[in-house]
Every structure is written in C-alpha cells, then in structure tokens.
C-alpha cells in the first residue's frame, strides 16, 4: 500500500468515527483531497486508493494537473482566493467553486459557464472568526450575498465554507464551524435549499464532522506537508 492509500484510509476512519460520535451516517461527509502543491502522481495514487473529488487552491497549476489526469473520472474543486482575471478559467475546468465571497465574482462565474456543462457548484465563503484574516463576507452581509447568488443562472448556490482562525481544543474548534452551521440554517428557513457545510481540514476534521460538515477539505493528513518553496 501507498504511504498516500494508508494516509487516505486514516483519514476517511477519522470521518466515520466522528460521524459515528456525532450519530451521523459517515457517507453524510465528502471527503475533498486537497492536492495543491502536489503533482499529478500523487492525484493518481490516491485515485488508485478510491478517491474522487481534489481541490486546488491555484489556477494555473490546477489547468496542468487536470490536464494531465484527463483519463481518470475526477471532480475538482477550486478552494483557493479568486482574482476576478481567473474567473474564465476557474469557471471553464472546475466542477465547484468553494470560496465566493463577492457578487462581482458570482456573476463573472455565471457569465462564464460554459453552456455545455452543468451549473457551477458554489460554496459562499463566510469569516467566522472575527480575526479570521481569510477573507470571507461577514456573517451579517451573508443573506444579502445569498440571495442574490441563488438568482445567477449557470451557478447552483450549494451553501456556505469557512477557513476559521486557528483555535486550541476541540471546543473552541467547534464554536466557528457551529456558527456557519446556524447560518445556513438561517438561509434555509428563508426559502434558499443549501445541502453542504465546506469545513473542517487536517487539524480540525473532528470538530467540524461534529458540526456538520458536509465536506472536509484534507491535505497534509493525506499527501504530507505542503511545500511552497518551488511552487507558489
Ligand atoms: C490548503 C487548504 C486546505 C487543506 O489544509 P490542510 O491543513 O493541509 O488539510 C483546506 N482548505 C483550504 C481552503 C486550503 O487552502
């Protein structure tokens, strides 16, 4: 076995045992393999140990990747901060877009779907520490942004993503995650029909699998440290 296909099936045991602690049904958590930084060859190894969606945080050395990985059935997921300039490409080789924060780049993103793919799917990313440095649109202007996303016709409003300050213990873990929980009820219960929960990473799966999370986005526990040295 791959040091990545035994990293991967740790991963996916953390997810069903804080599912199951939490009384959720594990296959309720997608798993999101972050493989920014990473090459190919890692994306095809753990392709080979079963897993599907991959998030990339970077335009260009996504194109490559993906491009490269043509012949397998992946789902990719841009997670990275969008620079309106990006929107053409991010629009024309994603499936989901996990970090919308502006209606500027929502109707870039619309406008620019490609009429023969399905809609985009996008995840409003909201900044729910308060010094979260993350970017993110305040919980407060989040309905507001909500509402008028739902309307733009190539995108499918999925629900809401957090990167929230790192915090020490699983309480104050699960304060933020708990907080982007509420405010996506709050949309529903104003008409809108969001089914996904972006959190949780490598350090705080658990906490956001308790407050959940409908997908968790991984890299260091399933590729190893990130180095940026050669790359961003
Ligand atoms: C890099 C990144 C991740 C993965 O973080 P790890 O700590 O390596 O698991 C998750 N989400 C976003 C938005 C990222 O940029």
Not at 85 to 113: M, P
Not at 170 to 189: S, W
Not at 200 to 220: F, Q, W
């Amino acid at each position: 076995m791959t040091v990545i296909a035994s990293n991967l099936q740790a991963v996916n045991r953390a997810i069903a045992q804080a599912a199951r602690t939490a009384q959720r049904r594990a296959e309720e958590v997608t798993l999101l393999a972050v493989s920014k930084t990473f090459p190919a060859t890692a994306v095809r190894a753990a392709y080979q140990a079963g897993q599907r969606a991959f998030g990339e945080s970077y335009v260009q050395e996504a194109q490559g990747k993906i491009e490269a990985l043509r012949d397998l059935p992946l789902e990719w997921h841009f997670i990275g901060p969008i620079q309106s300039n990006k929107t053409r490409a991010i629009a024309e080789i994603f499936a989901w877009v996990h970090g919308v924060d502006r209606l500027k780049i929502a109707e870039r993103l619309s406008a620019q779907r490609p009429q023969n793919l399905p809609p985009l799917n996008v995840c409003l990313q909201v900044n729910v520490s308060a010094e979260g440095s993350k970017g993110g649109v305040a919980p407060d202007q989040v309905a507001g942004l909500a509402q008028a996303v739902a309307r733009l016709p190539h995108l499918r409003l999925r629900g809401l993503m957090a990167i929230p300050a790192p915090a020490e213990g699983l309480a104050g873990q699960r304060k933020p995650f708990a907080h982007l929980r509420e405010l996506m009820r709050q949309l529903n219960a104003q008409g809108l029909a969001l089914d996904t929960l972006s959190m949780g990473m490598s350090y705080d799966l658990e906490a956001a699998v308790l407050e959940g999370a409908t997908i968790v986005r991984i890299g260091t526990a399933i590729f190893g440290q990130r180095n940026y040295g050669e790359n961003k």
